[in-house]
Structure formats: C-alpha cells, structure tokens
C-alpha cells in the first residue's frame, strides 16, 4: 500500500502562500466586479506576500533537504532567494498598481467591439495581479527544487505567465506583443534545451535529484558523453534565463516592449530565480564534474561581462540600456558560479538582492518619464532633465552609480565581494576581464549622468509625472538601500555569509 508523501507545511507555506493568493485572484477576476477589482487585488497580492515576508522570517533558521519527498530542500540559501524574490514581487506589484499601461487608451486602435467598448471605459488589465502572483511562486519555486522535475515545472510556471505579462502594454500594443512572441518562442526553445539536458543527465546517473547526480559523477567519473551533452543543454536553458551571451538576444527586445513596471520586476525577480536554481545545480549537482564545465562557463562570463558593456554605448533607447546593463551584471554573476567557494556564494546573494531593488527603482524612474502621448524612454529626449525635475534625476543618477560599481553604493561592494571571491579561487583573468568591462561600463552611466544635468534641455524633452504614493515608496525603497548598504554594507554581507550554505 501506496504512503502518502511526506511535506513539512510549515517550510513550504511561503510558496503555498502566493499560490492560494494567486488562485484567489483568478477567482476575483470571475466573479468580482470590475469596479472594485484593482483595489481588492492589489490588496490581495500585497497581504500574501507580506504574509509569506513574515513566514520566510519565522523559518529562517530551520531547514530541511526533504520538505517536498527529495524534490525540495528548503536550506539557508533557499531562504535568503525567497526572501529576496518576495521583496522584488512586492516592489513590483507596486509600481504595477500605479500604471496606466495595463489600461486600455482610446488611442489605440480596437480589434473588436468589446475591445473597442473597454477603451471608451477606460477598463484596466487587473488580471497582471494573479499573473505576477503565479510566477513568484514559480521564482520562489526554482531555486529550492533539487530534482529535475520540479525543477523544470517550476521553470515553466514562472515562464508561462511572464509572456502573458509581457504583451499586456496598450501604448505601445504592437512592440509589446512583438516582445512577447520572442520571449515564448525563445524561451520554448530553451525550456526544450533544459529538458533535453536533464533527460541526459538522468540516462547518464540513474537519478533524477541533484544529490544522485553528484553521487553517480564521483562513482563514475566525469567524462561520459552523456552527463556532457547534459550539461551543455541543461547550461543552455538556464544562461537563456539569466541572459548570458549568446542567449541574450531576447532581452533587449524585451525590456524594450513589455510595459515598464513587468520589465523592472522580471529584471530583478528573474534573474534571482535563475540564478539561484543555477547556483544550486553547478554547486550541489555538478561539483565533482567542475573540470567539464569551469573553462567553458568561464569563457562565457567573460564573452557576457564584454558585450553588455560594449554593446550597451550605441544604445538610445533608455530600456535597451539597462537590458545591456543586465546582461553585464549576468557576466559578473558568472563569475561567481565559476569561483564555486562560500565567499562567491555569499557575494552572489549579496549582489542579486541590491542589484534587483536598484533595477527596480530605476525602472520606477522611467515610468515617470512622459510627454502628452505617454512615457518616453528615448534618451535624447531626457537632455536637461536635472533641471526640470532635480530629485528625479538625482535618484536615477544614484541608481546608475550603483550599477557602475561607484564606490559608497551598494553595486560597488557587489562587485568587489564577487571579484574578491574569484580572485580567492584563482580567476584571475575573470577578474581582470571584470574590472575593464565595469570601465567601459562606467563610460555610458557617466554620460546619461552629463546629459541629465549638464545638457541644454531642448523644445522636446519631456517632463516628469507626479507619482503617487505606491511608486514613491517602491523607488525610495530602492534608493535607501542602495546608499545604506553602500556605506554599511556588513548590515546585509554578514546576513549573506551566515545564508550561503546549502543543505545536501
């Protein structure tokens, strides 16, 4: 007779959590009316992930690598990316309550008569709200998955409703759902990639889980066909997520397309989420075969760290800048899976939580930017902006110092903990490759600064919205940390350090 599996409830309720609230807000959208669906959902969303905040407080010291059967362990690693997931969710839900691009305008041109009814109501898109719910779950999801199903489950539910959420802007229909094609027909092929590899992977050690792996690895050697090819394919699906080069061309398209607020929570909880289930698969799973896959993911840390910096100067266009930005700070995360230490463990924690809260502000910026016809990110037209609006351009300055590494911001320390630790494990070159692609870097972020502040305005540029209190709070969230944990840095490090171990 078949036993029931085992689950520690208490471990999983973060998860459980967001996906009780994401059911609930499916529910909402059927049967609630539309007059007061946006504020009961927003609070929904709000409540569940401050609840589940509370929950991942409540369970920070316990820990278990059999909370799911084998297919979850729930560790300090796992925690901390929860954790850090469900602050960008809740930054993210903020800055999308306070957005008019999930509202169909009058402007844009109808497809139907029931489309055309709901621009003349100005009808707003509130089913983003259990949207962003299940791919938190999915994010939260990813990075404590220890075998290769829930692994790829999870990565299909954070994926499935991100390309939903993508192609839901109405200023800009046609470059947004133009993104969200590429992002599904991109990512089905690498979710295809990952699969292949984990089916190799489980031909090659008779095991599903990641410790299995590590056992058949150590048993048997590290050089048959098989757990190569896995490898190769299974590295293919997750550099497609995180944005490495050369599985980066969805992203500047992208960001390009998807309404603001969905880019700036997918730039920040996405790459958590990827990275995290990364780390934990080249750290716990593929240890004993680092020989197989060290010099080649180097290399790509490498090729990533280059392009995006380079790639990111010809840019005018003010998201495809941060998408190139983001595909440099892929390359430097890199570094630290290559590093494969508890100094690059933590430095990597450390990195992707103020990386993500300042990628979010910064986004939070670019909503504010606008003109009659709606928001503007062409960054020519931002010339003068200092003048006009001094706060505003002032914060997002802060927010590109951070990501230039400049020192007294928290990007700087990032940087420095994740080369410290590679030059510990003997990366040298990684390092120095690093440090001259943060220079070329440093060159673009200086000069949106220059145009910000030191450049005539012209007949148009545009002009800054009031945001409301959401968005404020969100951005000055965002801001605060960057300057104290730039300055104070021990107050989140030491927490990383004492998190970066993983419960095999």
């Known amino acids: 007779m078949l036993s029931a599996p085992k689950l520690d409830y208490a471990l999983l309720a973060p998860m459980l959590i967001i996906l009780g609230a994401a059911v609930i807000g499916v529910l909402v959208e059927a049967f609630v009316k539309q007059a007061i669906r946006a504020r009961l959902q927003l609070a929904i969303a709000v409540t569940a992930i401050i609840i589940a905040l509370e929950q991942i407080y409540r369970i920070r010291n316990q820990g278990s690598s059999i909370a799911a059967i084998t297919s979850v362990?729930?560790?300090?690693?796992?925690?901390?990316?929860?954790?850090?997931?469900?602050i960008f969710a809740l930054l993210g839900?903020?800055?999308i309550a306070d957005q008019d691009n999930f509202v169909a305008q009058a402007s844009t041109l109808?497809?139907?008569?029931e489309e055309a009814s709901a621009l003349e109501t100005g009808k707003q898109q509130t089913e983003v709200y259990p949207l962003t719910l299940f791919a938190v779950a999915g994010m939260m999801l990813f990075p404590v998955a220890t075998d290769f199903i829930t692994l790829f489950v999870a990565l299909e539910v954070l994926s499935l409703p991100l390309y939903l959420m993508v192609g839901l802007s109405r200023r800009r229909r046609l470059l947004s759902q133009e993104a969200a094609l590429k992002y599904f027909l991109l990512g089905a092929y690498s979710s295809a990639f990952f699969l292949f590899g984990?089916?190799?992977?489980?031909?090659y050690s008779g095991s599903l889980s990641l410790n299995g792996l590590t056992d058949a690895i150590r048993g048997a050697g590290g050089n048959d066909v098989f757990l190569l090819l896995g490898i190769v394919f299974l590295s293919v699906g997750l550099l497609f997520k995180v944005g490495a080069v050369p599985f980066h061309s969805w992203t500047p398209d992208v960001y390009q397309g998807a309404p603001t607020p969905i880019t700036g929570f997918m730039a920040a909880a996405t790459k958590a989420a990827a990275f995290g289930a990364t780390l934990r698969?080249?750290?716990?799973?593929?240890?004993?075969?680092?020989l197989s896959w060290k010099p080649t993911i180097a290399v790509i840390a490498a090729i990533t760290m280059i392009f995006g910096a380079v790639a990111a100067i010809a840019q005018r266009d003010i998201k495809r800048i941060l998408a190139f930005s983001s595909i440099a700070h892929a390359g430097f995360l890199l570094t630290a899976v290559v590093s494969l230490n508890k100094n690059a463990l933590a430095a990597s924690l450390f990195y992707l939580l103020v990386y993500g809260v300042a990628t979010i502000g910064a986004f939070g910026i670019v909503t504010l930017i606008r003109d009659s016809a709606g928001e503007v990110s062409d960054v020519n037209r931002w010339v003068g902006l200092g003048r006009k609006s001094p706060l505003v351009a002032a914060v997002f300055s802060l927010f590109l110092l951070s990501f230039a590494g400049i020192p007294l911001t928290s990007g700087f320390v990032g940087k420095f903990a994740i080369f410290a630790a590679a030059y510990e494990s003997g990366n040298i070159a990684l390092v120095v490759v690093g440090v001259l692609s943060s220079a070329i870097a440093v060159f673009f972020y200086i000069r949106l600064i220059l145009m910000l502040f030191f450049a005539d305005a012209t007949n148009d540029s545009v002009s800054v919205v009031i945001p409301s209190i959401l968005t404020r709070i969100s951005i000055s969230i965002g801001a605060i940390l960057t300057i104290v944990l730039g300055i104070a840095p021990s107050l989140l490090l030491n927490i990383a350090q004492n998190f970066a171990q993983f419960l095999r």
């Open 198 to 203: 984990a089916a190799l992977l489980y031909g």
């Open 281 to 290: 698969i080249f750290y716990v799973g593929l240890d004993a075969a680092q």
């Open 93 to 95: 839900i903020l800055l």
């Open 73 to 86: 362990s729930i560790d300090s690693v796992g925690i901390f990316m929860q954790g850090a997931i469900l």
């Open 110 to 113: 109808p497809g139907s008569l």
